[in-house]
């Protein structure tokens, strides 16, 4: 985490600083300012204060005191925490009162944080865009469908924040916003008690301020939960202390941006023309166009085919709330037949198996987290093409914030690794990083 995260751990561990007050005021800052960007859709100061108060308890006992101890956690408003009512991004006709945690709500609790709040998510996690603001232009798009995490983060009001990603919903507001953001790989972290859209693609992700705070907070999410098959034979990784190893050489970026997940604007080919000048003999380009296109495709019949399936209940109860753009992909799902869907999950397997034969040869791949900068509208959340493939083979995907635009947008790459390499991404996504602020 940074020093400051880590500065203010410490003071709310030692109890230098009061929870409860450090709450309080809290709340009436970010009020204040989210009254702009609108990252958050409930900040419920009972149930913030009543954890403040449980924290300060478990200190003044002598309790194990976990390592996100006091530090405010943001999560997205289609999982499930106690005492906050669950959204999904629609009218309030559509809220849900969970009567338990999400499992990744549990753990973030256990590790000693604090739910602060639940922040926006576009209409059930879909590509309709939401309220959020850009914090660093307000008239951009923050991205989606994890808007309200990423702004949350970037605007500074927490160290951390939850999101999900079925198809760059993580990533791509995390490039937007400036921020970094990780999506692990598919089933290190159990999704019980999140809206489920796509059982196949849907992940849970993070994003933080460094990376340090996203190994941490990931570390305490992980593992399997005997809930969510997926998670079933999870390992634990060593991401924190992982990440502070050294390369003993540097580390080998396989370079992978095809025409087919669309063209990059000027500025954006710019940053990464340069970025690979500067790696030099470190990167090299791989072509995979058709395995790239087979990846579009697949991803578009899973995912229209299992919305249609796992939203039908909301289709029945909530037909007038949904967006039209939700509506018309389950329409599209029901008329995949049988066959074409298990055609593309054996796609999907053929291609996983394929690319991570690059990994014999190579640490990671190197590919782009958006096209362009932040849309100059919020009617759109971004196109999310450059991760779609690494979405559904679920390879573990990391946003690392490196360029700025001339008119001071962030823009961002992608650093993908084998599945259970995580550790491994977070480390050349740090090398990236570090090698970046000394050239």
């Known amino acids: 985490m940074s020093s400051e995260t880590w500065a203010l751990r410490d003071a709310l561990a030692s109890g230098q600083l009061d929870l409860e007050e450090y709450y309080k005021t ?67 006709d559509a809220v849900s009162f969970p009567m338990r945690d999400s499992t990744v709500s549990r753990r973030l609790k256990a590790c000693g944080a604090l739910v602060a709040g639940k922040t926006v998510t576009t209409p059930l996690a879909s590509r309709a865009p939401a309220q959020t603001r850009n914090p660093i232009n307000p008239d951009r798009s923050p991205g989606g469908s994890s808007s309200g995490s990423a702004a949350a983060v970037a605007a500074g009001f927490l160290p951390f924040a939850l999101g999900t990603q079925t198809n760059g919903s993580v990533i791509r507001p995390g490039a937007f916003c400036g921020i970094p953001a990780f999506k692990p790989s598919f089933g290190l972290i159990p999704r019980t008690g999140t809206l489920i859209q796509s059982n196949t693609l849907d992940q849970i992700g993070v994003f933080a301020r460094d990376l340090d705070g996203i190994a941490q907070v990931t570390e305490c999410l992980m593992g399997e939960d005997g809930q969510d098959i997926a998670s079933q034979g999870a390992p634990r990784l060593a991401l924190s202390s992982g990440l502070r190893e050294e390369w003993t050489r540097s580390p080998r970026f396989a370079w992978v941006i095809p025409p087919s997940l669309g063209h990059p604007s000027e500025a954006m080919r710019a940053a990464f023309e340069e970025l ?164």
């Open 26 to 92: 809290w709340l009436a800052t970010v009020r204040t300012r989210d009254e702009e960007l609108r990252a958050f859709v409930s900040l419920d100061e009972d149930q913030i204060l009543q954890q403040a108060a449980q924290l300060t308890s478990a200190r003044k006992q002598s309790r194990a005191l976990g390592p996100l101890f006091g530090l405010g956690v943001g999560v997205k408003d289609i999982i499930d925490v106690k005492g906050f009512p669950t959204g999904f991004g629609l009218p309030e």
């Open 276 to 439: 690979l000048e500067f790696l030099g003999p470190a990167v090299e380009s791989v072509q995979y166009d058709y395995l790239i296109e087979d990846c579009l495709e697949a991803h578009g019949v899973i995912h229209s085919a299992e919305i249609a399936h796992h939203y039908q209940g909301l289709m029945k109860q909530h037909s007038g709330l949904l967006p039209q753009l939700v509506i018309d992909q389950m329409n599209v799902g029901e008329t995949i037949s049988a066959k074409r869907y298990l055609d593309a999950l054996a796609l999907r397997d053929r291609s996983r198996q394929a690319f991570e034969d690059t990994f014999d040869d190579f640490d990671v791949i190197l590919s782009l987290s958006a096209l362009d900068t932040a849309p100059a509208t919020r009617d759109s959340t971004g196109d999310p093409r450059p991760c779609t493939p690494w979405s559904l083979l679920g390879f573990p995907a990391l946003q690392v914030p490196l360029f700025l635009s001339d008119d001071g947008m962030p823009m961002g790459v992608q650093v993908v690794g084998a599945p259970w390499q995580d550790g491994r991404v977070l480390r050349a996504g740090q090398w990236l990083m570090s090698e970046a602020a000394r050239g």
